[in-house]
């Protein structure tokens, strides 16, 4: 079963009267679409290997810089094609160093995406919907109506904007291997959920994955989702990276009201299909994520059902205080009680990590992004009503 909303498609001609926008196509994507454009098929291979490179690996935008290139061959790409990324709208960094951009994309639509600094990596959060179906009565984003699924383009777009924020791009005549690896791990946690534009995310991975470009490890990307059950197995064997879950609840009682997906797939079928995808992905754990919430789901009791729930699938927990927004209808969990649970899941043989809060000063933590065309306020009744906590 394929679960997809709002499919974009890649054209397999060029358009009338219009340049494509070469970021976000797959290598047999962008192989057919320079062949479409009058590159000779012999050649195919080849020139596609050296515009990838360029884009992905160079971070070079203008065809006229791509100087292993004939002049001829860099004057057909400057005529049929462009390399453009989503609009840069603000940027705010945290005082501890979290950034968050403002990225418009086609139609003016915008989404948040998130860098997070640490002494040892940084990790990029990025979205993959504009707006979110979920309603997750904790999450902000979830506040937001769909507006519609990003492009594969608009995704990896994501990881390049913040790359040119972060000069990551190798300086010319210097291999990428020498530089820093300032944004070293993905995580798509942003706004939306992923399985529900699987195609575009899967692509949009394939390429930050690959060995000549960005050239990201599979094990250096996780991606998030509520359970969208049918869509995880398919995770597992055409993208194959790192795997993380919102579940927040340990009775299908309160997660139906706090991940209202649970309502279609409940824990047992989210916890079948989780159990089967270390195996085939080849990955060494999944990643439990818990908001902690006040008298909601974070009791003794609580803890003690979920080591005993997961029992069997390489995992580990993480706790996250919850991060409050305009109109929550929850608070965060007293730190002792946090402690207290985190202990009995370490004691289970789990890892348990409670997150440290990043960027709550510019609404860059977990569960806050929503976009600033998007924030009109709703009362802690609107939200308690609409979640059924009312």
């Known amino acids: 079963m394929t679960i997809t909303q709002d499919m974009?498609?890649?054209?397999?001609k060029l358009p009338e009267g219009g340049k494509v926008n070469l970021v976000g196509l797959t290598r047999d994507q962008l192989r057919d679409t320079l062949?479409?454009?009058?590159?000779?098929?012999?050649?195919a291979k080849m020139r596609t290997g050296q515009v990838w490179q360029w884009i992905y690996?160079?971070?070079?935008?203008?065809?006229?810089?791509m100087t292993n290139l004939a002049k001829d061959y860099r004057a057909l790409l400057s005529e049929n094609f462009v390399i453009e990324l989503p609009e840069l709208v603000s940027r705010n960094v945290s005082a501890d160093g979290t950034r968050k951009y403002l990225v418009r994309i086609a139609g003016g639509h915008e989404v948040e995406t998130v860098y997070i600094p640490e002494e040892s990596r940084g990790t990029l959060c990025i979205s993959s919907q504009v707006g979110c179906t979920?309603?997750?009565s904790f999450c902000h984003t979830g506040t937001q109506k769909l507006v519609r699924n990003l492009t594969a383009g608009e995704i990896v777009g994501q990881v390049m904007l913040a790359r040119d924020d972060l000069g990551e791009w190798p300086a010319p005549g210097r291999a990428p291997k020498v530089e820093t690896r300032l944004l070293s791990n993905v995580v798509l946690m942003g706004m939306g959920e992923p399985l529900y534009n699987f195609e575009n995310v899967r692509d949009?991975?394939?390429i930050v994955m690959d060995g000549e470009g960005i050239s990201l490890s599979r094990r250096r990307i996780t991606l998030s989702t509520s359970g969208v059950v049918p869509e995880i197995a398919r995770t597992a064997?055409?993208?194959?990276?790192?795997?993380a879950v919102s579940f927040h609840a340990t009775t299908d009682a309160v997660r139906d009201k706090l991940v209202p997906i649970n309502r279609k797939w409940n824990i047992a079928e989210l916890l079948d299909a989780?159990?089967?995808?270390?195996?085939?992905?080849?990955s060494e754990r999944i990643t439990f994520e818990y908001v902690m919430l006040k008298g909601v789901n974070d009791s003794d009791a609580d803890a003690r059902r979920l080591v005993n729930l997961i029992r069997g699938i390489p995992a580990k927990i993480n706790l996250i205080p919850f991060n409050e927004w305009p109109g929550a209808p929850y608070e965060r969990s007293d730190w002792e009680r946090i402690e207290s649970f985190a202990d009995i899941?370490?004691?289970a043989g789990y890892a348990s990590p409670i997150r440290t809060p990043r960027g709550e000063d510019i609404m860059a933590a977990c569960g806050q992004l929503k976009s600033a065309s998007e924030r009109a306020r709703k009362s802690r009744a609107q939200i308690a009503a609409e979640s059924g906590l009312a």
Not at 8 to 12: A, E, F, L
Not at 237 to 243: A, D, N, R, T, Y
């Open 8 to 12: 974009v498609t890649i054209p397999r």
């Open 35 to 43: 062949i479409d454009a009058g590159t000779p098929e012999a050649q």
């Open 57 to 65: 690996q160079k971070g070079v935008r203008d065809f006229a810089t």
């Open 134 to 136: 979920l309603t997750c």
């Open 204 to 206: 949009a991975m394939k």
């Open 237 to 243: 064997e055409e993208i194959g990276c790192m795997l």
């Open 274 to 282: 989780l159990r089967e995808y270390p195996r085939l992905s080849n």
């Open 345 to 347: 899941v370490h004691k």
